[in-house]
């Protein structure tokens, strides 16, 4: 805790977190620009903690401006003009990357690059340390960004309240008032191929007013929106690498602070390691919730096979008719699910739900389980 003028803070953003997410950040950017010509424009007075941070990690050539935002009355205009104070030199040709503490509005960021527009560079992008994309309202959305956070007032690390707060070395969030546990039925749902889980994920839905996560779909929808973390996440699967841990959490994340009024979720096809479990039980705690159960579907693998290649005639999916796929899709899912089975049944959350039997009948086994919850 500490206290700035009148209001009250608590740690948000560790300095190990900030640490390694800066690293994460110049790597990837030293990465993108080794064949470029590279200008950072260091928005003041709030990113000169993150700019000096970042700087440790570039690893190529690269130039540093501190700039600053300024109006004044334009002697022949009859209105407030638009400057930017502290930029020196010719950028024609260059790749120029702004970079600021705190995106949230994206008002001033859209006012640097309109002043940006005649300086002939060869390109203009956005860096930011901290992220608020429920109050973005502007016209370029960030092309770095180091943590997507929720609407929340924030000091440290360059941030300021009524110009106090910038020298702590880390981030920390406004304190409100304790709220108990939020009563929410978060579920962890797994079940092997063929066993009918988005059929049952729908139902759930519909019967308990959950809200359906599937990383599957949050990958597609990042990546077909261009969002930050799909442009990440693309980088590392176009390079045939496993998207980070990292990466998936903060998607997740994002999609479960944006629906504060969620009676809870269903959790598809995440977590598969014991590493994403505790990450997911780390992030729910900071939302005062909590993982209900995670249920597993049990179906032999006899059964599978045999609804796979049924389900191969309507499916149009070739992989479900290969024996050979099939198996190895079906030891994924046993070696991917003993871990965080352990994991959940350590703290007495793991369910098992006989999975054979028609649609209705396994409907009704989760839905007595559910309630039993």
């Known amino acids: 805790m500490i206290q700035v003028l009148d209001k ?14 800066i690293e994460t950040l110049g790597e990837q950017i030293s990465e993108d620009y080794k064949d470029g010509d590279l200008v950072f424009l260091s928005v003041l007075n709030g990113a000169f903690m993150f700019t000096s941070d970042l700087m ?3 690893t190529i050539d690269c130039e540093v401006s501190f700039v600053k935002m300024s109006s004044y009355s334009g ?5 407030r003009v638009d400057e930017l104070i502290g930029l020196s030199g010719d950028l024609t040709g260059r790749d120029i990357m702004i970079v600021e503490d705190i995106v949230d509005s994206g008002l001033t960021i859209d006012k640097i690059i309109s002043l940006l527009e005649t300086s002939n560079a060869a390109s203009i992008k956005v860096c930011t340390l901290l992220y608020k994309p429920d109050a973005f309202t502007g016209k370029k959305r960030p092309d770095y960004v180091g943590f997507s956070i929720p609407n929340a007032f924030v000091v440290g690390y360059g941030l300021d309240y009524d110009q106090k707060g910038r020298n702590f070395d880390m981030i920390y969030q406004i304190r409100e008032p304790k709220k108990g546990p939020r009563k929410m039925l978060n579920i ?21 007013g959950l809200v359906h996560l599937s990383t599957g779909d949050i990958f597609r929808a990042n990546i077909k929106d261009q969002t930050e973390l799909g442009v990440l996440a693309k980088k590392y699967m176009d390079k045939g690498q496993l998207v980070p841990d990292e990466v998936t959490i903060k998607m997740l994340k994002t999609e479960v602070v944006s629906r504060d009024d969620a009676k809870g979720f269903i959790f598809d096809g995440f977590p598969r390691t014991m590493a994403q479990a505790s990450a997911l039980d780390e992030f729910l705690k900071s939302e005062n919730t909590s993982i209900t159960a995670m249920v597993s579907l049990d179906v032999d693998e ?8 049924n389900r191969a005639k309507t499916s149009g999916r070739p992989d479900d008719a290969d024996p050979k796929v099939i198996q190895k899709r079906i030891n994924v ?15 007495d959350k793991w369910v098992k739900i006989d999975g054979v039997g028609t649609m209705n009948q396994i409907t009704e086994r989760l839905f007595d389980t559910v309630d039993d919850l």
Do not use: C, M, W
């Not at 749902?189 to 139902?203: C, D, H, N, V």
């Not at 006899?302 to 290649?309: I, N």
């Not at 899912?333 to 703290?347: C, G, I, L, S, W």
């Open 333 to 347: 899912y046993r070696n991917e699910t003993a871990p965080v089975k352990d994991y959940y049944e350590n703290q």
């Open 56 to 58: 440790k990690n570039i």
């Open 8 to 21: 009250s803070f608590e740690v948000f953003i560790t300095r190990e977190e900030l640490a390694k997410e």
């Open 188 to 208: 962890v749902l797994f079940g092997p191929p063929g066993a009918g889980k988005g059929t049952q994920s729908e139902r759930l839905v519909e019967h308990y």
């Open 75 to 79: 002697v022949e205009s009859k209105g």
């Open 302 to 309: 006899d059964e599978l096979k045999l609804r796979l290649a």
